[in-house]
């Protein structure tokens, strides 16, 4: 049983910040990587930015400069730090991680329910 729990959105005006957080309890062995991904009105999901458990990262070309993806491995979990929000971030913001639940097995993805995103004056 893994789960992963978001919070931290809400309703922003543009230029403002938010920060996501998400935990993954649950039978954990260990954590690969970590990401948010967001899907808004009509889209697919899409990536935002991921982290490896080494803390390598990779974000979209929307966000690049604006957000940055931490994570602390002792508490299990991934931020997001969003700066300089604009409308067209308004999303779901989904947390997902790999996890292996014990010595001998696979990873899998794990997401979490959704926190919801607005930037709006």
């Known amino acids: 049983q893994v789960q992963l729990v978001e919070s931290g959105g809400g309703l922003v005006q543009p230029g403002g910040s938010l920060r996501l957080s998400c935990a993954a309890s649950g039978t954990i062995f260990r954590i690969n990587a970590m990401g948010w991904y967001r899907q808004a009105p009509g889209n697919q999901r899409e990536l935002v930015a991921t982290i490896t458990n080494g803390g390598t990262t990779n974000y979209a070309d929307s966000v690049k400069g604006r957000f940055t993806i931490s994570r602390d491995n002792a508490k299990n979990t991934v931020y997001l730090q969003m700066n300089s929000l604009k409308p067209e971030d308004t999303a779901v913001y989904y947390c997902?991680?790999?996890?292996?639940?014990?010595?001998?097995?696979?990873?899998?993805?794990?997401w979490g329910q959704g926190t919801q995103v607005t930037v709006s004056s």
């Open positions: 997902n991680a790999d996890v292996t639940r014990w010595k001998y097995d696979l990873f899998r993805d794990y």
